[in-house]
T-cell receptor, first 116, second 114 residues
Framework: GDSVTQMEGPVTLSEEAFLTINCTYTATGYPSLFWYVQYPGEGLQLLLKATKADDKGSNKGFEATYRKETTSFHLEKGSVQVSDSAVYFCALPIQAGGTSYGKLTFGQGTILTVHP | ETGVTQSPTHLIKTRGQQVTLRCSSQSGHNTVSWYQQALGQGPQFIFQYYREEENGRGNFPPRFSGLQFPNYSSELNVNALELDDSALYLC?????????????FGPGTRLLVL
């Protein structure tokens, strides 16, 4: 079935370091792909998305490119800040029985901690 | 524009009790989904409601049930609570039904079952 695999975590970086969080997926067809972020004690916020192959989603300095050849959607940021400390989830919608339910399946999450 | 809101924010129940969680969808959104997020895990899909009908269900037992109202707000009901039901329950709404639609999440209700 459709699934998402994220890199093992947690990730600890110093401020201004480069960030990569890996995400690979298994899916039928070419679904939209999403990155969500969860700050401590809060719900999930959409960080960025890509709706078709080779699309690049970007927001707040974060980027991710939808690569169908490698079935990947890795999250990157050139210079992280302390305020980026959060849990990051890769997600994709599931299609079942030919119907687009729009439910999301999430990776296990990657905890990012950025130190000053 | 008001985002997705949930109530209550925190709740403590004992095993065997019943609980109702509430969600108000974002203005103009007609699809609501519920997720369970156990500590340290990614959210797990419970079910989705579209125009007051259940439209897709994850791997959760029938004691998890829901409703959607004409104003698109929604309730999640859990009967016969078990210790493993302790989790953050997230509600998400989207403008339309569909795999490409972005879902917008509320802050969640944290349920503790003792």
């Amino acid at each position: 079935g459709d699934s998402v695999t994220q890199m093992e975590g947690p990730v600890t970086l110093s401020e201004e370091a480069f960030l990569t969080i890996n995400c690979t997926y298994t899916a039928t067809g070419y679904p939209s792909l999403f990155w969500y972020v969860q700050y401590p004690g809060e719900g999930l916020q959409l960080l960025l998305k890509a709706t078709k192959a080779d699309d690049k989603g970007s927001n707040k300095g974060f980027e991710a490119t939808y690569r169908k050849e490698t079935t990947s959607f890795h999250l990157e940021k050139g210079s992280v800040q302390v305020s980026d400390s959060a849990v990051y989830f890769c997600a994709l919608p599931i299609q079942a029985g030919g119907t687009s339910y729009g439910k999301l399946t999430f990776g296990q999450g990657t905890i990012l901690t950025v130190h000053p | 524009e008001t985002g997705v809101t949930q109530s209550p924010t925190h709740l403590i129940k004992t095993r065997g009790q019943q609980v109702t969680l509430r969600c108000s969808s974002q203005s103009g959104h007609n699809t609501v989904s519920w997720y369970q997020q156990a500590l340290g895990q990614g959210p797990q899909f419970i079910f989705q409601y579209y125009r007051e009908e259940e439209n897709g269900r994850g791997n959760f037992p029938p004691r998890f049930s829901g409703l959607q109202f004409p104003n698109y707000s929604s309730e999640l009901n859990v009967n016969a609570l078990e210790l493993d039901d302790s989790a953050l329950y997230l509600c998400a709404s989207s403008p339309r039904q569909g795999a490409r639609e972005t879902q917008y999440f509320g802050p969640g209700t944290r349920l503790l079952v003792l």
